[in-house]
């Protein structure tokens, strides 16, 4: 079993070097994209024979699909490095693993064949995902004078569209962002995103298509079936915009259960990274160590 972590990152280089260092085994690999309008200076401590920084370095804006880009890179990095990878997890560099890496690398030798992503039918309202998400322009940060021009036709519902005109037979789907892919799920997104260009083109003018763009063409697929839910904790009671950060009441929650696991409308799962943390509060970074030496040693 070998696993690629890819990870687009522009702060926390310390919470990423603990992270690599708490996930290095033989078959792990980082590859790295720094956000090109950061200093890569910081991170530079992480150089490894294992940790590879992408030389392509776009600059990556929130909710835009630049991102997108971006994970694309890490992807097809990852994809032709030999030898090759079984899986493909997707970080932005604010999680810390909840066990072991030998845990972890066993959990994914015994789930060979799933494929973790988090992935709906749109519209699903009680998932928030109603089809305005996909059917609304929003212009990138590149094309200021159009962006505001719509963004004002968008306050009296002038800037819809019909996805259904531009994705041909495509479905509309959607999840959460970060996901753990197989091999044959990596090489069959981006072999449909080099010969569809036009899906790109679409999402280009969507708000968090990173939320989106990859679902859609996974969940138009064959590897659909094999899907179960992210593995990915992140607690959004109240929340809108980002994901609480990691505390004392997350702390107390993931050392109460052996396996820390949920069950909602997307099924149940047993979560193995944490989100979202930062290097301003690395003390719950040594606690979450504690934590992971506990539960190895009652093993």
């Given at each position: 079993m070998r696993i690629a972590y890819l990870v687009f990152a522009y702060k926390n280089p310390r919470l990423l070097g603990r992270a690599v260092q708490r996930l290095s085994c033989d078959g792990a690999a980082f590859f790295i994209h720094i956000d090109a309008k950061a200093s890569i200076e910081p991170f530079k401590a992480l150089e490894a024979a294992n940790v590879f920084f992408s030389p392509t370095r776009i600059p990556v804006y929130w909710g835009e699909f630049s991102g997108i880009r971006a994970i694309e890179v890490l992807m097809h990095e990852a994809l032709v490095h030999s030898p090759g990878f079984d899986y493909f997890v997707l970080l932005s560099g604010s999680e810390y693993p909840l066990r072991s890496k030998e845990y972890i690398h066993q959990f994914f030798v015994e789930n060979r064949g799933s494929e973790f992503i988090t992935n709906v039918r749109m519209p699903n309202e009680r998932a928030g995902k109603p089809?305005?998400?996909?059917?609304?322009?929003?212009?990138?940060?590149?094309?200021?004078?159009?962006?505001?021009?719509?963004?004002?036709?968008?306050?009296?519902?002038?800037?819809?569209r019909d996805h259904r005109k531009y994705l041909g037979e495509l479905k509309a789907y959607s999840g959460n962002t970060w996901w753990a892919l197989s091999r044959e799920a990596c090489e069959y997104i981006s072999g449909f995103a080099r010969a569809n260009p036009r899906v790109a083109k679409f999402f280009e003018d969507t708000f968090?298509?990173?939320?989106?763009?990859?679902?859609?063409?996974?969940?138009?697929?064959?590897?659909?079936?094999?899907?179960?839910?992210?593995?990915?904790?992140?607690d959004w009671d109240g929340q809108k915009a980002h994901p609480k950060t990691i505390g004392r009441e997350h702390l107390n929650l993931f050392r109460s259960r052996d396996k820390v696991t949920v069950e909602d409308m997307h099924g149940p799962g047993e979560l193995l990274f944490a989100r979202k943390l930062s290097d301003e509060r690395l003390e719950v970074v040594d606690e979450l160590d504690e934590l992971i030496r506990a539960k190895e040693h009652a093993v």
């Open positions: 089809l305005s998400r996909i059917d609304t322009r929003r212009i990138q940060s590149a094309r200021p004078v159009l962006r505001l021009a719509v963004r004002a036709l968008a306050k009296y519902g002038m800037a819809r968090a298509p990173e939320e989106m763009y990859f679902h859609t063409i996974f969940g138009n697929s064959k590897f659909q079936a094999q899907a179960r839910r992210n593995l990915v904790y992140e």
